[in-house]
DNA sequence: TTGAAAGCGCTAACAC
DNA sequence: GTGTTAGCGCTTTCAA
């Protein structure tokens, strides 16, 4: 290992008050309640522990004793770098982060790769809480998450009757940015999404397989969309909707690629985050088409990056919900149900979106 | 509290053992060492287990009985969120977590933030180890986690005798930078810096502040530019250096207004981060100044925002920088003296530097 | 102020 | 394959 300033590990709490011919209480409240005895003797206790090499109390016995581990535990399905690579993940983190730090709780990212099913981590977790940051509803270590007896809040997905969360309305805001298009005069239309399941799926996808998906978000946005341009006689079941398992913007560009591809005439793409638009927006240029004279493109959530693309959007405050779900989680106020908390989004008309071509506004009815 | 799947906390090993009849190293067996019991009788543990509501082992008692948390701690210096801001930790963070994940090892950010003189929280960490990202010297948490008996390595600074290491060599990168701007006939040069210790001193910095800089880093860097500016006669002592304690763009701005306020005939403005230069890159046209034809300005770390504005900068590796002090933690090979890891940086030379104006360039000796 | 007693919940030898 | 025995290192009533 890499260093270790006292070699042995010999000074403990009871070594040190036999040494000091006291006892451990004594000695215990040198640390942690330091009006219960005398400055002097405190002195001493401190002296003779410098003395001895001996650190102050372990903190994992602490933890046992008291019960409390000082630590939240955060759980993200994608492999935990992964988080780091995304801007709405980051933003959600330093949420978190600040809110851990308000508390002065620390915060514990859990090792839960969505390949290894090794739900161990979870359960070796010494923490006090977990929020879990949008993972499938089936996620194994979801399960093991709710079976600690800890509290535990959940970000975004999945919607869980008994378990507090904090995430946004996915469907009106979609449908905002649906009916934005709509008014614009769109409606062959293409779409873009995230994963929809723990499979990889890098390929079209059938009704079926959107009206069963695993992650809450996505499946309701696709339902969002698909009863909106209902509502202008579009017949969801034509329009082309690729998925993506990876979440890049090379994702973005091949799967903007393999919609239009498969319909070189729609007049939008919409992408159900901004990481797959702006690579939409490569693969957009790669094929000479302007945006938006040539093709509308749309993000979710509203990433710095996107703003400067100037791209049309739903914002989602990412920070504040981290914040949000640690404050609902340090919040040792007693409450009977759980709290659901529903953040605001706001539709950003960008510059990636506008009238579609002429030749396409005609519109011959379904 | 959030949510508690079980209310009570009734349930554990030894009673779960007792309902069964059974010891409790049949318990513990069942979960650690499932080869260790019939599969009938550890069926009927985990059966009853769930019945009862028994969570499973303990993760604290565990870690105690075991003297393993499963977890490293990260000391960071900045308020925790803060690191989610600058995309040079994030990069750290990222390659950390990967070398964490690699190890089925959890990664708990110690809420220590530099106005909060609260080590509290460096002793509450039940972790097997440190990291330490680039603090100060006389950082009193640092200081609280080389008392811990635990292994530690630290990230950039301080450069510690005894403790491991992984870090650039910024004496050579800094210089080479130096060297860049030497050749294109840069002598008036003006420096923007990171804080040089724990005290704001938002302002010019002395020579004798830059001598005795906590932070190894920026000491090292501005006495290799000194060192390197001598050689071809310029008088470091009158070279203007504008300090900021906020690591951020804005901080960029205002230093960099400082720097021009004071001394107008530089062509180049050398900052210590890509941040602060990008900051300097908007106040620098806020100003009417073309750059690099009326002032060159340079950068340090290669973060993607300095790539996109083909700012002149070193890049280091930090994604690697992360991943090595990982590696380093949790290797446990046995070794001697402290290792060193000491990574490459390469030069950019991008868009933001070049000659200096030409009524500047008549060099009349010093 | 200080001390004695009683575990917190678990695992690891080692014997049966 | 299963049980017995000993703690891991600490905090916390409660009494002196």
Not at 14 to 34: D, H, I, Q, W
Not at 290 to 298: E, G, M, N, W
């Amino acid at each position: 290992m890499a260093r270790s300033t006292n070699a042995r590990r010999p000074a403990t709490l009871a070594s040190l008050a036999a040494e000091l011919g006291v006892s451990r209480t004594t000695v215990s409240n040198a640390y942690n309640r330091p009006d219960q005895l005398s400055p002097e003797l405190r002195r001493r206790v401190l002296e003779t522990a410098r003395r001895l090499g001996y650190p102050g109390p372990d903190p994992v016995a602490r933890s046992l004793r008291t019960r409390k581990a000082g630590a939240v535990g955060l759980l993200l399905t994608e492999n935990l770098s992964y988080a780091f690579r995304d801007p709405a993940a980051v933003g959600f983190l330093e949420g978190l982060a600040l809110a851990c730090e308000d508390a002065g709780q620390g915060l514990l990212l859990v090792p839960a790769s969505p390949e290894r099913e090794d739900v161990a981590a979870v359960h070796r977790a010494g923490v006090d809480g977990f929020v879990v940051y949008s993972v499938p509803d089936d996620d194994p270590h979801l399960a093991a998450v709710l079976e600690r007896p800890v509290p535990t809040v959940v970000c975004d997905q999945p919607e869980l009757e008994t378990v507090d969360r904090v995430g946004i309305d996915d469907r009106s805001a979609i449908t905002g940015l649906a009916r934005h298009l709509i008014e614009l005069g769109h409606h062959r239309i293409g779409v873009v999404c995230m994963r929809l399941g723990r499979d990889r799926n890098d390929d079209f996808v059938t009704l079926e397989r959107q009206r069963s998906a695993h992650f809450h978000v996505q499946r309701t946005r696709l339902a969002a969309l698909a009863d909106a341009f209902a509502g202008v006689g579009v017949d969801w079941a034509t329009v082309p909707v690729v998925e993506r398992f990876d979440h890049t913007t090379a994702s973005g560009e091949s799967a903007a690629a393999q919609v239009l591809d498969r319909d070189p005439e729609i007049t939008a793409l919409i992408c159900t985050s901004d990481i797959l638009a702006l690579g939409a927006l490569t693969e957009a240029g790669r094929r000479g088409l302007r945006v938006p004279q040539d093709l509308t493109v749309t993000g979710f959530d509203g990433i710095p990056e996107a703003d400067r693309a100037g791209l049309t959007t739903v914002r989602q405050p990412v920070l504040e919900k981290g914040r949000a779900a640690g404050r609902l989680l340090l919040d040792n106020a007693e409450h009977g149900r759980p709290r659901k908390v529903t953040l605001d989004t706001e539709l950003i008309a960008g510059r990636t979106s506008g009238a579609p071509r002429a030749a396409a506004q005609i519109w011959y009815g379904p």
